[in-house]
């Protein structure tokens, strides 16, 4: 059984993750400023990874095939990156409101009370 460590940017991604879910609000009305403020926090942290990513991935390009085994997986991470910064805009920005759940008409609207 092979155990996989951790890479330092996983922990990292992970803890800003936690960082977003931690925070704890001061005052109730403070609750959706200081969550806003928290998930800029991290999209701001998302660009500065990305330029980390690019550098690795520029190392890995230029990497001897005959010497490297293993190499990280780029596309992944960026898709995670992508798939975790799209969330965090379609929390802040939604494009529309959720539709109303509709409720069945009765459509029977003979009232005999009258004759």
């Known amino acids: 059984m092979t155990v996989r460590q951790r890479s330092p940017l996983t922990s990292l991604l992970t803890g800003l993750l936690l960082a977003g879910s931690l925070a704890s609000p001061t005052h109730a009305n403070d609750i ?67 539709p109303r759940q509709l409720r069945v008409l009765g459509g029977d609207y003979l009232d005999d009370r009258g004759q």
């Open 32 to 98: 959706d400023e200081i969550q806003r403020r928290d998930l800029a926090l991290i999209q701001t942290q998302i660009e500065q990874i990305k330029i980390v990513v690019d550098r690795i991935d520029a190392r890995q390009q230029n990497a001897d095939p005959e010497s490297t085994r293993v190499y990280f997986d780029i596309p992944r991470l960026r898709d995670d990156l992508h798939s975790i910064t799209s969330g965090i805009d379609a929390y802040l920005a939604p494009d529309r409101l959720l």
